[in-house]
């Protein structure tokens, strides 16, 4: 079993659909990161969460430690949100390196 | 992110060349990272690294593999006597300081033919 699961592995939804996707982890973290990369593209990382809930835009990241659980939303979603979108943690210990989910593929439909 | 910049970004060598792909960090960054995307695969960490020092070679493979992060210059990823299987995208991040949000290049694909 893998230390970071992500699901559902492929997401397609139609355009203004609230988006979740989920991502459970079985170590002890210091950090969550979810990242974003687009096909053939580059990674941007859009939040780094250690507790709580952070929001940019139309982007919302919730943690809870005690479930070592999260859910990345999307609101009113737009085809150019279409991307892999990747969980990652920082473990305890060895920080500085990240162990990643395998990805969901959110594909948004106009 | 544009900040933290790769090159090059695509690469064709053939089996038993090697390959050479570097990093500048972010300005002020002085930890790199480098991690590696197989075809259908996700990412996997190779190696940390601070100015001049090997901090994390943990998910490095033993051979062939080498990284460096001299005091003046770009990180360098290096790869020896290339393989088909080592055809893969190739991360570089970097970060200001341990803990701290990282930032991830635009990546180098490696193609071996």
């Known amino acids: 079993k893998n230390e970071v699961e992500q699901s559902p592995q492929n997401l397609t939804a139609q355009e203004g659909e609230f988006i979740t996707i989920n991502c459970s982890y079985s170590?002890?973290?210091?950090?969550l990161h979810w990242l974003q990369q687009h096909p053939g593209g580059g990674i941007v990382s859009l939040f780094m969460l250690s507790s709580g809930k952070k929001k940019h835009g139309r982007l919302i990241a919730t943690i809870n430690i005690q479930e070592k659980h999260s859910s990345l939303h999307i609101t009113a979603s737009h085809p150019r949100d279409s991307a892999v979108y990747i969980c990652?943690?920082?473990?305890?210990?060895?920080?500085?390196?990240?162990?990643f989910g395998q990805g969901t593929r959110l594909t948004i439909n106009p | 992110n544009a900040g933290v910049m790769q090159n090059p970004r695509h690469l064709v060598r053939r089996r038993g060349q090697e390959a050479r792909l570097r990093c500048s960090p972010m300005k002020g960054h002085s930890h790199v990272y480098w991690y590696r995307q197989l075809p259908e695969e996700g990412l996997k960490f190779m190696v940390y690294?601070?100015?001049?020092?090997?901090?994390?070679e943990s998910g490095m493979p033993k051979e062939r593999f080498s990284a460096e992060f001299p005091k003046e210059g770009p990180s360098i990823l290096r790869i020896q006597q290339v393989v088909r299987g080592d055809s893969a995208a190739y991360f570089c991040?970097?970060?200001?300081?341990?803990?701290?949000?990282?930032?991830f290049g635009e990546g180098s694909w490696l193609t071996v033919v």
């Open positions: 690294l601070q100015k001049e020092n090997i901090i994390d």
């Open positions: 991040a970097s970060s200001p300081s341990w803990g701290n949000t990282i930032y």
């Open positions: 990652a943690v920082s473990a305890i210990q060895g920080a500085q390196k990240l162990v």
């Open positions: 170590v002890g973290i210091s950090a």
